[in-house]
């Protein structure tokens, strides 16, 4: 990796809400140098206003968009790639990359894994929700946990205000762990993942926020809920 600042990709395989929402701040879009998408979206659009460089890859195949992805990556001399790809990645830029993909995640791995790990917690009527942040490693949603965050499953309000909940969450978990690292403070020692000086004084949010960014985030669906009771 390089001395300065680190730098950052962004893959994606959906519209980029969390990303999108995530470039707003200086935090983020200080240190995003490609946005790859596999089709045309609002993330690319988002990713222009801002000047930062963007392009679609069109695939037949994992392996296929993993490598050109690679490529990519080598190219523009990217450190860590922010992955909201829904396939997993091929064994060869996993290793290329070892402990430098960070995935999201709507649920508390190792529970309820897979492509709706929110909505297969509520079926499972789980009183504890929250998201993850991990290292891929090579099992998807088997990672090493970085970050996560909890909030209890508040029957009192829709399924659609608790999924807004979990999203504002993982917003505000990209922020700050783009921060951490960004401060080199993330450190690696096999599958154990932790943050320098962090601190543990919010059961919502494990380790604490510090970012004022991260901080500031707050739902723009529902702007006047309850606040929700934390786990």
């Known amino acids: 990796m390089t001395a ?18 995530a470039l707003d701040t200086k935090t983020v879009r200080d240190v995003t140098r490609l946005v790859i998408a596999e089709h045309e979206g609002p993330i690319l659009e988002k990713a222009r ?17 993993s490598g050109r992805v690679l490529d990519q990556i080598y190219a523009q001399d990217i450190d860590y790639v922010l992955s909201f790809y829904t396939k ?8 290329a990359m070892q402990d430098r993909i960070i995935n999201f995640h709507p649920s508390l791995l190792p529970a309820f894994k897979g492509m709706d790990g929110f909505g297969d917690g509520l079926a499972y009527h789980t ?14 949603d088997e990672g090493k946990i970085v970050m996560q965050t909890a909030c209890t499953n508040d029957i009192r309000v829709s399924r659609e205000e608790m999924r807004d909940r979990i999203f504002v969450q ?7 762990v783009v921060d951490w690292i960004t401060q080199g403070r ?35 669906l529902f702007p006047a809920a309850r606040e929700p009771v934390s786990a």
């Open 186 to 220: 993330l450190a690696v020692d096999g599958d154990k993942v932790t943050i320098r000086n962090a601190q543990f004084r919010n059961p919502e949010f494990s380790p604490a926020l510090e970012n004022p960014e991260a901080l500031a985030i707050k739902s723009t």
């Open 170 to 176: 993982q917003c505000k978990t990209l922020i700050q």
């Open 88 to 95: 997993f990645f091929s064994a060869t830029m996993r290793a």
């Open 127 to 140: 009183k504890i929700v929250g998201t993850t942040v991990e290292l891929i490693k090579d099992v998807m």
């Open 49 to 65: 206003s801002f000047g930062i460089p963007e392009m679609v890859i069109t695939t037949k195949s994992n392996e296929e968009f």
């Open 4 to 21: 300065s600042k680190p730098r950052f990709a962004v893959v994606l395989s959906t519209s980029g809400a969390l990303m999108q929402r």
